[in-house]
């Protein structure tokens, strides 16, 4: 009965929210439509890693593999269908035929409740007026990636979610180490997030710290002694550790490896082919961004786009930041680009957005970096006080730092930048605009912020649709 009360009162309360602010809701409304848009028209079967995923949605994400390598609670929303499919020969609820629509509907619902929970709930209460509120929820619809994401099948749909939910509640104090109820919520969101993707472990490794901080405050306070310190941290330790430890023991069993994806045969070779090149492959990799060539080819796929192939060294492939800002924006992958996969069909569109989006990108990040420094210092001033905003910076810095050391290091193949795809950045992507836009008081500049931000989310409009 507290449960149905509560999510009667939650309803009712994000509906007001949304009624104060009708340009955001009918912006939030336009996406859902294009969302359902794209679920229905895109071609699943063109989806990248299509295999592993649909190995995973037949069996509930209950297999491991070399390549079948994610925690299972994303896949998991097929096994009623499964279950009951099986029980009575229903040989339709076990086919992809039906599963994937499935799996679309399930990645909208995620990603609409995503978005409310940003729109409504979290830039609203931490952004310093409704100004910038509404810019900074204009660029995180804006993003293409987002709608792109509501026809991929990847369990970090589900972990930005997740993340989002996790940060929400925290801001507003449902997570408390106190109470034995909010303990047990705590721990078992926090497990919840980790049976969801191996990236997961920034989100769940800064709030485990939290936690831990919590309860020292609350032993400081004469709130818990140390018994009940010691009781909950043992609980709190067991329901985040034992189902993911479970996890990664069984797929080491079954495949005699925790994390590699690939066959080490495979690498082998493709480390002799790198050590035949000269020390600064990885400076140039890392530090080289090509915008012209980008403007005039906005993806990596050249041997479809002219005659001759790319040289493996010098091409626009392995550029590091070419390629993550024609992900970024764009669809660097020719995945969402054009009726026929691999044929880029929205060329112009994605050259006047790169050109816009250069120095709105620029000015984020000076914003994200000016405003993080700005936290850290005041944090280390006020003896580590954890702030929601601190909290945003942390989880920013650490996530871009996961991915950083992935895209330049364990997801490098011959030949091509592998790994960059924006849903790796999904889940901290919305923290680094809530930061960047957190200090931005002066009227002047949320005026022109603004104008910005509504040209940015009319020219990506065309990228998003597919």
Known sequence: MKIAYFMKRLFQRTAHKMRTNPYLTLLLLIQVIIMIWNAAAYPSQEQYDMERHFTSIVNGGLIVSIRNFDPPLYYMVTLPFLTVGKLFNIQLLQSLEFLIPVMKVYNIFILSAFYILWLYWILPSLLPNKTTHTIAGTLLLALPGYEKLAVMIHADNLLTLLTTLLFALWLYNKLSVQKWAGNITYALLLALVLMTRPFAVVPVGIFALIYLKMLIQAGKEQKLNFRQIAARLLVFSAIVVIPITSWWGIRYLKT???????????????????????SNYYLDYATSFYFKELLQIPNRNFDILISEKPDWKHSLNNSLWTVAYSDFWGDHWLYFSGRQIGEEGKLWPKRILFVYTAPITILLLIGFMLSAISEIIQSIRNKWEITPLYIATILSIVGFGLWFFWQTFIALEPGKNSGIKFIYSAYYIPFIILVALSKVKSLKIQNTAQTLSILLYLLALPISIY
């Open 256 to 278: 005699g490896q925790f994390i590699n994806i690939a066959d080490p045969h495979y690498y082998d070779k493709y480390a002799s082919k790198r050590a035949e090149t000269d």
